[in-house]
């Protein structure tokens, strides 16, 4: 199996990169509480929800750039962005499910393929080796499923704007989703090689 490595080149934790996914982490909570106040007879915060959905989506993209581009790639950094990514499609999938506006089937697609992986980096701990790297599909799944969210949140209401956003919403969603047990697929064949061949070479 290839696991993809990416040189730690600081092992500083107050970077802006870090930071920047601290930040989207603090989001998380905000987000669900945003998201949920209607169902507990709070005011709609549909508005600030999607805010908090779209400035976490600028930080994913700026945190791994700027790490780059200023050699600031830490080990911490590399647990908080995927950790960040996971708890906003998490939270994101109880808000939306629980307001009844994404299937519970569907909700239930995407956990089974975070199941999935757990069980994956629970086997590659096993033979020593780091939890894998998030892959390009990986990457375009989640992209699209952030893309989807807001647009989903956004048509639960009336008008042409809410109409056009469902169209849109679904489209990524789809493709989000079919992306994202893609990238589980073959994070599975990779880890089946690297036991074979511990095996083979024990």
Request: glycine share 8%.
């Given at each position: 199996m290839e696991v993809?490595?990416?040189?730690v080149?600081?092992d500083r934790v107050?970077?802006i990169p870090?930071i920047?996914?601290?930040?989207r982490?603090v ?5 669900l ?12 915060s ?12 600028v ?8 790490a ?8 911490l950094?590399?647990?908080l ?6 708890l ?14 994404l299937?519970l089937w569907l ?11 757990l069980?994956m980096?629970?086997v ?7 939890p ?7 990457k ?5 499923l952030m893309?989807?969210f ?8 009336s008008?042409w704007?809410?109409?056009l ?9 789809g493709?989000?989703t ?7 697929v073959?994070?599975?064949?990779q880890v089946?090689?690297?036991v074979?061949a ?5």
């Amino acid at each position: 199996m290839e696991v993809q490595e990416t040189r730690v080149q600081t092992d500083r934790v107050f970077t802006i990169p870090n930071i920047l996914s601290m930040a989207r982490l603090v989001g998380v909570p905000v987000f669900l509480w945003l998201i949920l106040r209607p169902e507990f007879g709070g005011p709609q915060s549909d508005g600030w929800a999607l805010l908090v959905l779209a400035l976490s989506g600028v930080s994913d993209y700026l945190d791994g750039k700027l790490a780059r581009r200023w050699n600031q790639i830490s080990s911490l950094g590399r647990l908080l962005d995927p950790a960040a990514d996971r708890l906003y499609i998490l939270s994101t999938l109880v808000g939306l499910t629980w307001r009844e506006i994404l299937p519970l089937w569907l909700t239930l697609v995407l956990l089974a393929r975070e199941a999935v992986l757990l069980v994956m980096v629970g086997v590659l701990r096993r033979h020593g080796y780091p939890p894998p790297q998030v892959n390009f599909l990986g990457k375009a799944a989640t992209f699209n499923l952030m893309y989807a969210f807001p647009l989903l949140l956004l048509s639960d209401g009336s008008g042409w704007i809410a109409s056009l956003a469902a169209v849109f919403g679904w489209a990524f969603a789809g493709w989000g989703t079919t992306l994202y047990w893609w990238a589980g697929v073959l994070y599975v064949v990779q880890v089946r090689r690297l036991v074979r061949a511990d095996s083979a070479a024990d």
